[in-house]
């Protein structure tokens, strides 16, 4: 009987674990607000051919002194 026991307690597990997964769903994407119409949204951008963007584009320029020091983020 603890026989029968153990592997129906197993096996209820086993089945329980293979089919919970059904009901986990999948991440959702986060909403932009703003930002969602915006095709191009950078600090850089540079174009080496013919491109088309659908959307806006928005960058940031750099300071027009650099500040002194080694600044890696230009």
Do not use: Q
Request: no cysteine.
């Amino acid at each position: 009987m603890k026989f029968f026991s153990k592997f129906s307690i197993f096996g209820l597990l086993v089945v329980f674990t293979f089919f919970s997964f059904r009901f986990v769903s999948a991440a959702t994407t986060p909403s932009f607000g703003m930002a969602a119409s915006y095709g191009v949204l950078s600090s850089t951008y540079t174009n080496t051919s013919v491109t088309t963007i659908n959307g806006d584009v928005g960058f940031t320029t750099a300071p027009a002194v650099a500040p002194l020091g080694i600044h890696p983020n230009y």
